[in-house]
């Protein structure tokens, strides 16, 4: 694996997104070995998981000039497969028997989101923040910002900061308990909760999980995502998307 680290000692694992010269953008190589890694997680589950990313950000979600690249009627196709990996990885780490700790060091924008939103902890880095960027760019949003993050917050606050592409900062993400830390040495943060969950019975672990995504509710957060999906290929291969996303390219050039 070259885009997505596994590393593993006797009873933890840690899952890193390796592409920080792309600020781990999400592109389908990625969401590749990101599937093989948790097929392997949940085939050997360790007693936790970290979930980190190398570089100044966790992700900015889907490459936008990996989508711009793709031609006119070929977008769809991209993005169904692209959006419906990103989905499989979602679900994936939700359904893992062990707690997920997720290391936030930078910006997290975009779909990505929804792979801090599988976690069972966050701990954030001052610097750290999440933003949308769907209505800038022009695509539908996806990776859990409708389908999971207003039963997060509210539909109130979901609507406010997607509608406005609002910035929150760290603090505001411990505040709206997206985060359960936000530390400078987030490292330190971390191996304190895994020193923690390491002392508890891993059985007992499972079972609260387990209660706590009970499988009807699994079947409608699966099937939120998907709706998520086909309204991303609804719009993706729109002219005004287009114009979008070569506006957004430029700014960011």
């Known amino acids: 694996m070259t885009l997505v680290r596994l590393d593993r000692t006797e009873a933890a694992a840690r899952l890193t997104l390796a592409r920080p010269e792309r600020h781990n953008s999400l592109v389908p190589e990625l969401l590749h070995e990101l599937l093989a890694a948790l097929q ?3 085939r050997a589950p360790p007693a936790l998981l970290v979930l980190a ?5 966790f992700s900015t979600g889907g490459d936008v000039a990996g989508f ?5 009627g070929q977008r769809r196709d991209y993005a169904a497969r692209l959006v419906g990996d990103l989905n499989r990885a979602i679900l994936a ?7 997920v700790l997720g290391r936030v060091q930078g910006p997290l924008t ?4 929804g792979l801090v939103l599988a976690c069972d902890l966050v ?5 750290g923040f999440l933003q949308p960027y769907y209505v800038d760019v ?9 389908a999971m993050l207003p039963g997060r917050i509210g539909e109130a606050a979901a609507r406010e900061i997607q509608l406005l592409n609002r910035r929150v900062n760290a603090d505001e993400m411990l505040h709206l308990g997206l985060a359960q830390a936000v530390a400078e040495d987030i490292d330190a943060v971390i191996g304190q909760w895994q020193a923690t969950l390491l002392s508890k019975v891993p059985a007992a672990i499972a079972r609260t999980k387990q209660q706590l995504l009970k499988p009807e509710r699994r079947v409608a957060l699966a099937a939120a995502l998907e709706a998520e999906r086909q309204s991303f290929i609804d719009q993706i291969d729109s002219q005004e998307t287009d114009a979008g996303m070569a506006r957004f390219l430029a700014k960011s050039a």
């Open 53 to 57: 990313a190398e570089g100044r950000s």
């Open 68 to 72: 711009h690249a793709v031609p006119r």
């Open 138 to 146: 022009g695509f539908s949003p996806d990776g859990g910002w409708c």
């Open 93 to 99: 780490l939700l359904d893992l028997p062990c707690p």
């Open 40 to 42: 392997a997680l949940h």
């Open 123 to 127: 701990a954030v880095t001052p610097r």
């Open 110 to 113: 975009g779909g990505a989101l």
